[in-house]
């Protein structure tokens, strides 16, 4: 994948533009046999209970991930450019990352407590919500 992604053009799909077709095609095939391996990979990890408990977390709060994850990273960048210590630091780049992450959480759990942001009550908690059949899960 990343060596059809740096030496094919940049590729525009919207344009029709696909740069060269043997580089485009595959990449898109080994991005393809990546994600499934990656799958088959989480499949047997999933017996892990804090790998279960982790992505529940994450798919339980995608909405506001992505709704929240550009003004988080933008904010995280900002902030890390006008400290003196770190902006000219080789350890900015990583900092900013762990920063966006650790802000997003916290506005995971802030928009979670905001009813009008969930569009659910005030006193239904996330633990009585239903979860979908065993079957579905497996």
Do not use: D
Not at 9 to 21: D, F, L, R, W
Not at 41 to 69: D, P
Not at 119 to 132: I, Q, V
């Amino acid at each position: 994948v990343l060596v059809a992604a740096l030496t094919n053009e940049p590729v525009v799909m919207a344009h029709g533009s696909y740069g060269t077709i043997p580089l485009f095609l595959a990449g898109a095939l080994s991005g393809i046999l990546m994600v499934v391996l990656l799958s088959m990979l989480v499949e047997q990890l999933s017996r892990l209970a804090v790998l279960t408990t982790v992505l529940l977390y994450l798919g339980r709060n995608t909405l506001i991930i992505l709704a929240m994850h550009v003004p988080v990273a933008a904010l995280a960048a900002h902030w890390l450019t006008q400290t003196a210590a770190l902006s000219n630091s080789a350890l900015a780049p990583m900092a900013g990352k762990i920063l966006a992450v650790l802000l997003l959480l916290a506005s995971i759990e802030l928009f979670k407590r905001c009813p009008l942001v969930v569009a659910r009550s005030p006193s239904t908690k996330l633990s009585a919500l239903p979860l979908p059949p065993a079957h579905v899960r497996s």
